[in-house]
């Protein structure tokens, strides 16, 4: 490698580290607001522990996609779902963050990781839908979970990214589990 790959490796990778610090709308269980980047570990971790069920499913091509998946939320931050309005302009905007962030990259690995960030938004892929699915379960999960604000609103997820998990019986069976644990959240709430 030479100097100025690596430099350009070294600074896209402290950028990257944006993601540390930038917040998604979901809490912890501790009540701080969750960073991107956690939300994306987790979902690693999801594909990690899933994988044996998926035996079509390419475990390497999953995790970058999983890894890449948020990239451009260095640059522009999250977009809570309900307030994302049309989803074509949310991931044109991503992706134009996604490509300003790759930048300093050599072209190669640019043209690596911006293919398969569109590959996670097309969803066409066994690895894409996947990763979409899971990172639509690992975010009902963290609010299940989280030590949300009082007016948070349960019930949403009752209907977010449900195009993701219907299809496959083990992610359809962990999507029910998760609304009936945020039917009880919204019910919890819901009560005087």
Known sequence: MNPTELAGILDFLRLAERLKNTTRSAHTSEGRRESVAEHTW?????????????????FERLVKICIVHDLGEAIGGDIPAPEQGRAGAKAAQERADLLQLLAPLPPRQREEIAGLWDEYEAAETNEARLAKALDK????????QG???????????????????SDDPLIAT???????????RAQEVERP
């Not at 009082?150 to 195009?163: C, K, S, T, V």
């Not at 962990?174 to 009880?184: A, G, K, S, Y």
């Open 42 to 58: 987790r979902l690693c971790l999801m594909a990690l522990v899933f994988a044996r069920h998926f035996p079509d499913v390419d």
């Open 174 to 184: 962990i999507r029910q589990v998760l609304d009936e644990e945020t039917e009880r």
């Open 147 to 165: 030590r949300n604000p009082d007016d948070f609103d349960y019930r949403f997820n009752l209907g977010y990214g449900r195009q993701y998990t």
């Open 137 to 144: 379960l690992e975010t009902i999960l963290q609010h299940n």
